[in-house]
């Protein structure tokens, strides 16, 4: 893996958990000299992440399950899986990953249709209503070829 590959994922990575938490990443200068602003303005895959998070959020308020925290590291790894499987067009688990969704649309999908590939999978499903989880990180990487979708969970 390159510098340059690591420094664009993590930089993704920071932009989007930036956006879930409502705050936008200035320039390293900037950001130094304050610690967030508000965005009024979110990317499209952006705005997609968090729309998949308030989602998952309100199906599991629905079964009486606590809300999920976004956890910015978390993050960082579905982010960095994301851009994986689009760069080698494969669709899978990380190795090593515990609990894991993932999903491959041929199109940009809405945030909608991602969740209800998710329920419709008894393990994702699974995954989601899990009382004992309580953080989430999203990640998602676009291509000619598709979108990929990846949401990491932990205790």
């Known amino acids: 893996m390159t510098k ?79 851009e994986e499987m689009r760069d080698n067009q494969i669709v899978g688990h990380a190795e090593g990953t515990e609990v894991e969704n993932v999903a491959w649309f041929t199109n940009a999908p809405t945030a909608e249709e991602v969740l209800k590939v998710w329920l419709q999978n008894p393990g994702a499903r699974e995954n989601l209503l899990d009382p004992e989880l309580n953080k989430i990180g999203i990640g998602i990487a676009q291509a000619e070829d598709g979108s990929y979708v990846v949401q990491r969970f932990e205790e």
């Open 4 to 82: 340059s590959y690591v420094a664009k994922g993590l930089a993704s990575a920071i932009a989007l958990a930036a956006a879930l938490s409502g705050t936008a990443v200035a320039g390293a200068e900037e950001a130094s000299a304050r610690d967030s602003y508000q965005s009024s303005e979110q990317s499209p895959l952006a705005y997609l992440a968090q729309e998949i998070f308030d989602l998952t959020n309100e199906h599991r308020a629905e079964h009486n399950i606590d809300a999920l925290r976004y956890d910015s590291f978390l993050g960082w790894n579905a982010q960095q899986w994301a």
